[in-house]
């Protein structure tokens, strides 16, 4: 008998900071400076070598559209910059996408900052920059990097107390690290994410909660998308991958009834932000039963032993056992008080940011300028090296200009996993064999097309008559009850709503009276089409007939897809608007 493997349907999205430099102290240029449009319609307009543009599919009113690989890009709630991964069978696609999104942001911010180059903005020394980065300083302003996974709904909906405590006690193995501001002045921290978190548990995600209960499964009825809204960007490869694969492990573990209890933990929330605020390593918890333990018997008991029998059971990848043993050989570095070992270094990214603000900044280039109106230097008491060290720590980020992560990852010997060509795969197409192959190749085959996770809907725009006669008796009796401002417009055009029962369905159009002689038009077409369309969308009872006749085509499975299963989706699709166009003639 085969043996199932661990593979899981998951993604990560990212909201990424985008700000402007200028001339302004090297501290106040972090602050919040939204050029996302630009940075979104320079992706639009980009073409590859081969041609392919980076978007693929129309960018709409709220700049959303998806990029060539199969990621959604667009502008989230609070006017953040989003990319998602597409639909990723484990934690190794996952990080080759997540990869992949940070390429596509350093090329949007490459081509949006040749306007600037070129003099077409008119500020000295400006240039849009992008980071990876969740929290501000003041902790007042906080991006969202939230991790899906698919699973069984009725394995586990109803069991998300025994995932709240591993997600509460991960930070100290995924955590991205950085600065924030206390009461007791700047620290810095395992997780600032960890640090701004209001709920544990609840449905919206502005609420900054560990874990949503948003039930939104974007495919069928029987799976249910867990949604981690806790999570971090992270540059470290390793760390991405551990985080994605130990948590869906721990997932399975639920979902297969190996993990069926676990003591709960003392005030989940305060519990978190005491873990993230702890970079000693002595991490000990309070349970609800008034027990103190140490995390890493709690994770070790609860969690990893569960996901040791799972292994045995299962089919495992080369990836799967190398992000298990290389998390149980953390557990042991940090049982053993190893911090700032090597080992712990190159693939832990909090570690890893910690050493490099503290040991590797030396060569830093940083400039400590005059203070300005609005700077953090105003608001919290910081010596020039904390001045540095914040700078340093925010540039760990940056994914343009000064990436200095990449500047120093190489020389400290931080491990990395993909290689180039597993990026550039990542980059240009969508996972394999997947639900966003799919998807891509709707795209291309449906230009006009508005496509969606699991859906794709061809617009129909209405069919539009101007009639010239002029109206009887009757209908201008009628035409001025509804509109009595047309006896102050004797020469005024009136759009409304016409159906006529002959096909299978209603046909709807829309009925233009011009109240006017057929002379006076001429030449004034385009502008009178313009005009019935600006009609249409702003009166309440028309509006809908911009999609009246849409026509959605839905797939919603995750699993199946493959050249011979996507190219028969495709057909079916095609015949279906084949038969619809040849209806609609015949009407």
């Known amino acids: 008998?085969?043996?199932?493997?661990?593979?899981?349907?998951?993604?990560?999205?990212?909201?990424?900071?985008?700000?402007?430099?200028?001339?302004?102290?090297?501290?106040?240029?972090?602050?919040?400076?939204?050029?996302?449009?630009?940075?979104?319609?320079?992706?639009?307009?980009?073409?590859?070598?081969?041609?392919?543009?980076?978007?693929?599919?129309?960018?709409?009113?709220?700049?959303?559209?998806?990029?060539?690989?199969?990621?959604?890009?667009?502008?989230?709630?609070g006017g953040h910059l989003e990319i998602a991964t597409p639909e990723c069978r484990n934690a190794f696609e996952v990080l080759k996408y997540d990869k992949a999104s940070e390429i596509y942001m350093q090329i949007g911010v490459e081509e949006a900052n040749k306007k600037y180059r070129i003099g077409e903005r008119k500020i000295k020394n400006a240039h849009i920059q992008c980071?990876?980065?969740?929290?501000?300083?003041?902790?007042?302003?906080?991006?969202?990097?939230?991790?899906?996974?698919?699973?069984?709904?009725?394995?586990?909906?109803?069991?998300?107390?025994?995932?709240?405590?591993?997600?509460?006690?991960?930070?100290?193995?995924?955590?991205?690290?950085?600065?924030?501001?206390?009461?007791?002045?700047?620290?810095?921290?395992?997780?600032?994410?960890?640090?701004?978190?209001?709920?544990?548990?609840?449905?919206?995600?502005?609420?900054?909660?560990?874990?949503?209960?948003?039930?939104?499964?974007?495919?069928?009825?029987?799976?249910?998308?867990?949604?981690?809204?806790?999570?971090?960007?992270?540059?470290?490869?390793?760390?991405?991958?551990?985080?994605?694969?130990?948590?869906?492990?721990?997932?399975?573990?639920?979902?297969?009834?190996?993990?069926?209890?676990v003591d709960d933990i003392w005030n989940p929330l305060q519990t978190f932000k005491e873990i993230s605020s702890n970079i000693?390593?002595?991490?000990?918890?309070?349970?609800?039963?008034?027990?103190?333990?140490?995390?890493?018997?709690?994770?070790?008991?609860?969690?990893?032993?569960?996901?040791?029998?799972?292994?045995?059971?299962?089919?495992?990848?080369?990836?799967?056992?190398?992000?298990?043993?290389?998390?149980?050989?953390?557990?042991?570095?940090?049982?053993?008080?190893?911090?700032?070992?090597?080992y712990v270094i190159r693939r832990v990214e909090w570690v890893l940011k910690w050493y490099v603000v503290m040991h590797e900044i030396e060569e830093f280039e940083y400039k400590c300028s005059p203070r300005s109106k609005f700077d953090y230097r105003n608001m919290y008491i910081m010596s020039e090296r904390l001045?540095?060290?914040?700078?340093?720590?925010?540039?760990?980020?940056?994914?343009?200009?000064?990436?200095?992560?990449?500047?120093?990852?190489?020389?400290?010997?931080?491990e990395r996993i993909l290689t180039d060509e597993d990026i550039g795969e990542a980059l240009l197409f969508p996972p394999k064999n997947s639900r966003a192959e799919l998807r891509m190749r709707l795209a291309k085959e449906f230009k006009g097309a508005a496509v969606n996770w699991n859906k794709i809907t061809m617009k129909r725009e209405p069919k539009v008559q101007i009639e010239l006669t002029r109206p009887g008796t009757e209908e201008y009796a009628m035409l001025f009850e509804r509109y009595p401002e047309l006896a102050r417009m004797p020469n005024a055009m009136v759009v409304f709503l016409r159906e006529e029962h002959g096909g299978r369905e209603p046909s709807r159009q829309v009925l233009v009276r011009l109240l006017t002689n057929e002379e006076d038009i001429t030449g004034w077409e385009e502008e009178i089409i313009r005009e019935i369309r600006s009609r249409i969308s702003r009166n309440p009872y028309l509006d809908y007939l911009l999609y009246a006749n849409n026509r959605t085509y839905r797939f919603d499975e995750l699993d199946g897809w493959n050249e011979e299963t996507i190219r028969r989706k495709v057909e079916e699709i095609k015949e279906s608007e084949q038969n619809d166009e040849a209806l609609m003639r015949s009407d």
């Open 280 to 342: 000693s390593g002595e991490w000990r918890i309070k349970l609800r039963n008034g027990r103190k333990v140490s995390a890493l018997d709690y994770i070790e008991s609860h969690y990893l032993e569960p996901i040791e029998s799972l292994f045995e059971e299962r089919e495992v990848s080369y990836w799967d056992k190398y992000a298990l043993d290389t998390f149980k050989r953390l557990c042991e570095k940090f049982r053993q008080g190893l911090i700032e070992d090597k």
């Open 387 to 414: 001045e540095k060290q914040i700078a340093a720590s925010f540039d760990f980020t940056n994914l343009c200009d000064y990436d200095l992560y990449e500047r120093v990852a190489d020389r400290i010997g931080v």
């Open 1 to 77: 008998m085969e043996k199932e493997d661990l593979n899981r349907w998951q993604g990560i999205e990212h909201e990424f900071r985008v700000g402007i430099s200028s001339e302004s102290p090297e501290l106040y240029r972090y602050a919040r400076f939204y050029h996302v449009d630009e940075v979104i319609h320079a992706l639009e307009n980009y073409e590859f070598f081969d041609g392919e543009r980076a978007v693929c599919t129309r960018i709409c009113r709220r700049n959303d559209g998806f990029l060539r690989n199969g990621s959604r890009i667009y502008i989230c709630t």
């Open 131 to 261: 980071w990876k980065a969740n929290v501000e300083l003041d902790k007042r302003y906080s991006r969202g990097t939230h991790e899906s996974y698919i699973i069984e709904r009725k394995r586990f909906v109803g069991k998300e107390h025994l995932f709240i405590p591993f997600l509460v006690l991960r930070k100290i193995f995924f955590g991205a690290g950085g600065f924030i501001a206390e009461r007791e002045g700047i620290i810095y921290v395992i997780s600032p994410k960890a640090m701004v978190a209001r709920r544990v548990f609840t449905e919206s995600p502005s609420q900054w909660p560990i874990l949503s209960s948003r039930d939104e499964p974007l495919t069928t009825k029987d799976k249910y998308r867990v949604h981690v809204t806790s999570g971090e960007g992270l540059r470290c490869e390793v760390t991405r991958l551990l985080n994605n694969a130990i948590t869906s492990y721990v997932l399975d573990a639920i979902e297969s009834g190996k993990i069926r209890h």
